[in-house]
Nanobody
Framework: QVQVAESGGGLVQPGGSLRLSCVVS????????MAWYRQSPGRQRELVAR???????EYANSVKGRFTINRIFSKNIVDLQMDSLKPDDTAVYSC??????????WGQGTQVTVSS
């Protein structure tokens, strides 16, 4: 059974930094995409950042230059370094992975709150 475990959320002041980490265990098929999504009350879930096995990356326009996604392919880990955080970044951040057989896996989410 595939499990997705996230860590690293919390409360931070505007301008601060947080690092989210996610590990996917139990997959017998390589993971093609690993990504972070977020959702805040009243808003649709949106892609924050993603990285494929080919190292292709994609970022939401609102986080470009502030957030950095990294993967450790051998361990099925994806991290999201978030710098210069803004109150608008407040949301539940969820880890997502897609295997090379198009199976989708989601984490339960971790709360990030940016507030003074």
């Amino acid at each position: 059974q595939v499990q997705v475990a996230e860590s690293g959320g919390g409360l931070v002041q505007p301008g601060g930094s947080l690092r989210l980490s996610c590990v996917v265990s139990g997959s017998k098929v390589p993971l093609y995409i690993m990504a972070w999504y977020r959702q805040s009350p009243g808003r649709q879930r949106e892609l924050v950042a993603r990285m494929t096995r080919s190292y292709d990356t994609e970022y939401a326009n609102s986080v470009k230059g502030r957030f950095t996604i990294n993967r450790i392919f051998s361990k099925n880990i994806v991290d999201l370094q978030m710098d210069s955080l803004k109150p608008d970044d407040t949301a539940v951040y969820s880890c997502y992975a897609q295997s090379e057989e198009d199976d989708d896996y989601w984490g339960q989410g971790t709360q990030v709150t940016v507030s003074s």
